[in-house]
């Protein structure tokens, strides 16, 4: 298992939250599920090392490091970093807000009794930093939601497609035009549209897409290649049937 470094300073007064190890775990080994359902395994789980950050700027830097790391590895579904502390009035106050202890892992080496309140576990899953997306056909309903995100995400303007370009995109659409639209908590946050109707002429000639087949279907365009090939090689028998000039322009030049 890979454990991230991660660690943030801004060069003045610091305190260390936390540093440990996790011992050996197997591949088949798993912690039952959190409220989200999804089970805690090596494969899906990444351990912090340790992480040093200013009393001011906790929340900040926690927040930022664990929104990109989630966001970097599209597996990765839970973070967990490992305290032992020698009381619990050593414990980071900000840390519970990001991390929730779990179900303390049972050690495996001996422990002093006076040690065991020290040993703790925070856990942070990805839906509670990166909102869960649920993908679906857009509907008209969605408009509201929409128009906010392309005020501030696109270049498109009403002065330029229309003051209901949108709706009439999502409400328009048939077997050859479709819409998508990503839902966090209730409310449409993305729009995808897609058509298969396109000009493939206009696009071949303002583009080398030769590797791509043209865009056209492969088998199709095999059957060119294998056409085009043929033709080509039975031009060079028809202009040089003896695999040399014509008789006819050997004849011009003996003139």
């Known amino acids: 298992m890979w454990r991230p470094l991660c660690s943030a ?31 805690i395994t090596p494969s899906n789980t990444l351990w912090i090392s340790f992480l040093v950050y200013h009393s001011t700027t906790a929340c900040s830097v926690l927040a930022s ?27 980071p106050v900000l840390l519970p807000k990001l991390f929730d202890t779990f179900t303390p892992l049972v050690s495996q080496s001996p422990v002093l009794p006076n040690e065991i309140h020290a040993l ?64 966090a908590h209730g409310f449409a946050v993305g729009l995808a549209s897609f058509t298969t109707d396109i000009d493939i002429n206009l696009l071949n000639n303002c583009f080398e897409l030769e590797s791509y087949d043209f865009l056209v279907d492969r088998e199709y365009m095999n059957k060119i290649r294998t056409t085009m090939t043929f033709m080509q090689h039975r031009g060079s028998h028809m202009f040089f049937p003896s695999g040399g000039m014509p008789s006819s322009k050997r004849q011009l030049q003996s003139r």
Do not use: W
């Open 65 to 91: 490091m664990v929104e990109a790391t989630f966001a970097s590895a599209f597996e990765l579904q839970n973070l967990a970093l490992f305290n032992r502390f020698g009381s619990p009035t050593e414990s």
């Open 120 to 183: 703790k576990v925070h856990f942070c899953s990805r839906n509670d930093c990166i909102k869960p997306l649920k993908i679906r056909q857009a509907e008209v309903e969605d408009y509201d939601d929409l128009v906010k995100v392309f005020d501030v995400a696109t270049e498109l303007r009403p002065a330029d497609y229309g003051e209901f370009f949108l709706a009439e995109l999502i409400g328009g659409q048939d077997d050859r035009n479709k819409c998508l639209a990503a839902e």
């Open 9 to 39: 300073n801004d060069g003045t007064k610091g305190s260390s939250s936390s540093s440990g190890r996790c011992e050996p775990v197997t591949a088949h080994s798993t912690v039952p599920p959190q409220s989200d359902g999804v089970p």
